[in-house]
C-alpha cells in the first residue's frame, strides 16, 4: 500500500513539473538562436503563424500582413521615375526661325505611402551638355562649338492603389513635371542664348511589382504608360533681337521609338 502511494505521489508530481514547463518551453530563447515571432490564434481558427524576425522587417511585416505592398506603408522610397525630354531652340540666328532641340534629364526621388492606397512622390531631374566639334583640312581647322545647356526638371506625383496582390499593386499616377533649359552657343561673331521651358499635367497607369517572392520585398520595379497635356516654349536671342515658338500637345508616352519605354516609364524603387 505504501510503495502504490509513493508512486502516484511521483506520478502527480511529475505531470505537475510538465505543465509548468509547458509555457516556458513555447517562450523565446535569443540565446538558443530562436528569433521568432508566434502569432496567436483568431478566435473560433486554429492556426498559427510564426514568422521568423531574424529576416528582416520587410519580410515580417509581408508574412503578418500578406501583401508586399503593405509592407512598405510608412517607408521611404527612393528611386529613378524616368527621364523628361526639356525642350530648348537650336543655336539658329534669330529671324531664321527656330529649330527644336531636347535635353534629357533623369529624375531621382523619393515616394512615401501614407497609407495601403495613397503616397506622396516627388523627383528632381539634371541634364547638362556641351561640347564642340573640330574640322581639319591640312593646316588649317574649324572649330564648331555644341550648344552649352542646363537644364532643371521637377516632379511631383499622388500614387493612388486601387488593387493589390501578394506581390503587386495596380496604380494610377496623377502627376506635374515642370522644367527649364538655359544656355548659349558660339556662332563665331555672335553668341546665341538659348532657353526652354516645359510644362507637363496628366497621369499614368500601370503596376508595381516588389520582390518579395525572391525575398526582397523592399525593392521594387514600376513600369506605367501615361497621357499628358504639355506645353513647350523655345527661345532664341541675340541682344535685343528674339526668336521665339510655342506648342501644346495631348497624348500617350509611347509617341516616340518604342524603346523609349525603359527610359521614360519604367522606374526602380528601393523603401527604406
Known amino acids: 500500500m ?7 505521489i511521483g506520478r502527480g508530481l511529475a505531470l505537475s513539473l510538465t505543465l509548468a514547463a509547458t509555457p516556458v518551453l513555447a517562450q523565446n530563447n535569443p ?12 478566435a473560433g481558427t486554429t492556426t498559427t503563424t510564426t514568422v521568423r524576425t531574424n529576416d528582416g522587417p520587410f519580410v515580417t511585416n509581408v508574412a503578418l500582413s500578406g501583401t508586399d ?27 531664321a ?18 497609407d495601403e492606397r495613397m503616397a506622396i512622390e516627388a523627383g528632381l ?10 574640322t581639319k583640312n591640312g593646316n588649317m581647322s574649324v572649330e564648331v562649338n555644341d550648344p552649352s545647356l542646363f537644364g532643371l526638371a521637377l516632379h511631383a506625383a499622388l500614387p493612388l492603389v486601387f488593387a493589390t496582390s501578394e506581390h503587386f499593386a495596380f496604380e494610377v499616377i496623377p502627376e506635374l513635371n515642370f522644367g ?32 518579395g517572392f525572391i525575398g526582397i520585398p523592399q525593392l521594387a520595379l514600376q513600369g506605367t504608360v501615361g497621357l499628358h497635356m504639355t506645353y513647350e516654349g523655345r527661345s532664341a536671342s ?21 524603346w523609349d519605354i525603359f527610359r521614360t516609364s519604367v522606374a526602380a524603387i528601393y523603401y527604406f
Open 125 to 134: 531631374g539634371i541634364g547638362f551638355r556641351s561640347g564642340s566639334a573640330t
Open 31 to 42: 540565446e538558443l538562436g530562436d528569433t521568432t515571432v508566434r502569432r496567436e490564434p483568431v
Open 69 to 95: 505592398h503593405s509592407s512598405v506603408v510608412g517607408h521611404i522610397g527612393v528611386g529613378t521615375f524616368g527621364a523628361l525630354n526639356l525642350p530648348y531652340a537650336t543655336g539658329t540666328m534669330p529671324g
Open 180 to 211: 527649364f533649359v538655359s544656355g548659349s552657343q558660339d556662332l563665331g561673331m555672335d553668341k546665341v542664348d538659348l532657353s526652354g521651358v516645359l510644362l507637363q499635367i496628366g497621369a499614368r497607369v500601370g503596376a508595381e511589382i516588389q520582390f
Open 2 to 8: 505504501g510503495y502504490r502511494f509513493t508512486a502516484l
Open 97 to 114: 526661325g527656330v529649330a527644336p532641340g531636347s535635353l534629357d534629364a533623369p529624375t531621382i526621388g523619393i515616394r512615401y505611402w501614407l
Open 238 to 258: 541675340v541682344g535685343t533681337v528674339e526668336t521665339s515658338t510655342s506648342a501644346f500637345a495631348f497624348g500617350t508616352t509611347l509617341q516616340n521609338a518604342p
